[in-house]
């Protein structure tokens, strides 16, 4: 199917005002003055639609939004060609704090975000609904906010099951796993949404590459784990492929996995070359400041290794 022509939709439950604060060496309890602050649109599904529409691909991003934080966050969407579509919430948008020291190690304050009335709950998945009238595909990303049940993305799968659209989920928890009962066309996990998904540490890419399979047993049709430096493993019925790009000296690895699947997505979201793509945008990302989105010159697709035959035992390194 031709995901990158027609346009994909993002739906953020749980969207966020992202401030990333570069500072030295984190001491614990210490007065720490930063260096440089980015103040920028956040929450995973926000970020897919940043991406994509930064690299010439229509993007439409449905957000629940209330609050002075929510009259910002729409704002500060207003820099990007993204048709937005808000659902307009009591409760005011969440501030997230990542806190970048200079060895790019990445401390990360996510908020709960508002609670979200039942009426809120039922408007923000018609909302999703009618957004989706003739989209390729639609991506479900990012934490539930409270309020929210856990089968909520399960739910939106179902209801747009009889339609042309392939759904994506980028979740994590009992949220993650109620998806994957509901059969998604991908999920993209990150090494510990894995392991929390499976249950148990993985640490080699074989290991990887079971928890897919499980999860593919589970429902899920093709599974995109992303692993940090150690690339990406994409698994689905037409196999297993494992790609990397050189490891880069990373800046902020904030959206770097957001960045990645837009960039599968953008490829066609299927097989090897989407696999490609993807890890290129991730490893662009990382190099990047705060949660900033690869364009088309940051791109080094290239550089990246599909390697011909996997090195299961090979031990993961983790991390960015
Ligand atoms: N240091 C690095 N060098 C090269 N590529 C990297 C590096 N770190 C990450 N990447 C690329 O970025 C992709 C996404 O990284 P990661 O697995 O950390 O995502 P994530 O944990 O889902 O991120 P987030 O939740 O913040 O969006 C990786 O699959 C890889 O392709
Ligand atoms: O709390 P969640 O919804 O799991 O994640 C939210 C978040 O950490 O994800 C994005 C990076 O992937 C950031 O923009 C945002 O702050």
């Given at each position: 199917m031709?995901?990158?022509?027609?346009?994909?939709?993002?739906?953020t439950?749980?969207?966020?005002?992202?401030?990333?604060?570069?500072?030295?060496?984190?001491?614990?309890?210490?007065?720490?003055?930063?260096?440089?602050?980015?103040?920028?649109?956040?929450?995973?599904?926000?970020?897919?639609?940043?991406?994509?529409?930064?690299?010439?691909?229509?993007?439409?991003?449905?957000?629940?939004?209330?609050?002075?934080?929510?009259?910002?966050?729409i704002?500060?969407?207003?820099?990007?060609?993204?048709?937005?579509?808000?659902v307009?919430?009591?409760?005011?948008?969440?501030m997230?704090?990542s806190?970048?020291?200079?060895?790019?190690?990445?401390?990360?304050?996510?908020?709960?975000?508002?609670?979200?009335?039942?009426?809120?709950?039922?408007?923000?998945?018609?909302?999703?609904i009618?957004?989706s009238?003739?989209?390729?595909?639609?991506?479900?990303?990012?934490?539930?906010?409270?309020g929210?049940?856990?089968?909520?993305?399960?739910?939106?799968?179902?209801?747009?099951?009889?339609?042309?659209?392939?759904?994506?989920?980028d979740?994590?928890?009992?949220?993650l796993?109620?998806?994957?009962?509901?059969?998604?066309?991908?999920?993209?996990?990150?090494?510990?949404?894995?392991?929390?998904?499976?249950?148990r540490?993985?640490s080699?890419?074989?290991?990887?590459?079971?928890?897919?399979?499980?999860?593919?047993?589970a429902?899920?049709?093709?599974?995109?784990?992303?692993?940090?430096?150690?690339?990406?493993?994409?698994?689905?019925?037409?196999?297993?492929?494992h790609?990397?790009?050189?490891?880069?000296?990373?800046?902020?690895?904030?959206?770097?996995?957001?960045?990645?699947?837009?960039?599968?997505?953008?490829?066609?979201?299927?097989?090897?070359?989407?696999?490609?793509?993807?890890?290129?945008?991730?490893?662009?990302?990382?190099?990047?400041p705060g949660s900033?989105?690869?364009?088309?010159?940051?791109?080094?697709?290239?550089?990246?290794?599909?390697?011909?035959?996997?090195?299961?035992?090979?031990?993961?390194?983790?991390?960015?």
């Open positions: 031709e995901v990158a022509t027609s346009v994909i939709v993002t739906v439950a749980n969207p966020s005002i992202d401030r990333t604060v570069e500072v030295g060496a984190l001491v614990r309890g210490g007065l720490h003055r930063a260096t440089a602050v980015h103040v920028q649109p956040g929450g995973k599904g926000i970020n897919v639609a940043r991406a994509l529409v930064c690299n010439g691909i229509k993007a439409r991003a449905v957000v629940p939004a209330g609050g002075a934080e929510g009259e910002q966050l704002s500060l969407l207003s820099d990007y060609s993204i048709d937005v579509v808000r307009p919430t009591l409760g005011p948008v969440r997230n704090v806190v970048i020291e200079p060895d790019a190690t990445v401390t990360k304050l996510n908020e709960p975000g508002a609670r979200l009335t039942e009426q809120e709950c039922r408007a923000l998945a018609d909302a999703v009618t957004a009238h003739k989209a390729s595909c639609v991506i479900l990303a990012g934490s539930l906010p409270p929210v049940h856990h089968g909520f993305y399960a739910d939106l799968i179902n209801r747009l099951s009889g339609e042309d659209i392939r759904v994506v989920v979740t994590s928890g009992p949220a796993r109620a998806a994957v009962a509901a059969g998604p066309a991908l999920i993209k996990p990150n090494h510990h949404e894995l392991e929390e998904a499976v249950q540490p993985l080699t890419l074989q290991d990887v590459i079971d928890a897919a399979q499980e999860l593919r047993a429902g899920a049709q093709a599974v995109l784990a992303s692993l940090g430096r150690d690339g990406a493993v994409l698994v689905d019925e037409n196999g297993t492929w790609a990397e790009a050189p490891v880069v000296l990373a800046r902020s690895s904030v959206g770097a996995g957001d960045a990645m699947l837009a960039g599968f997505l953008a490829a066609g979201g299927k097989g090897q070359a989407a696999l490609v793509s993807a890890v290129a945008w991730g490893a662009a990302a990382v190099s990047l900033t989105m690869p364009r088309p010159d940051d791109l080094r697709p290239h550089l990246v290794e599909v390697h011909p035959r996997i090195k299961a035992g090979r031990e993961l390194r983790g991390d960015n």
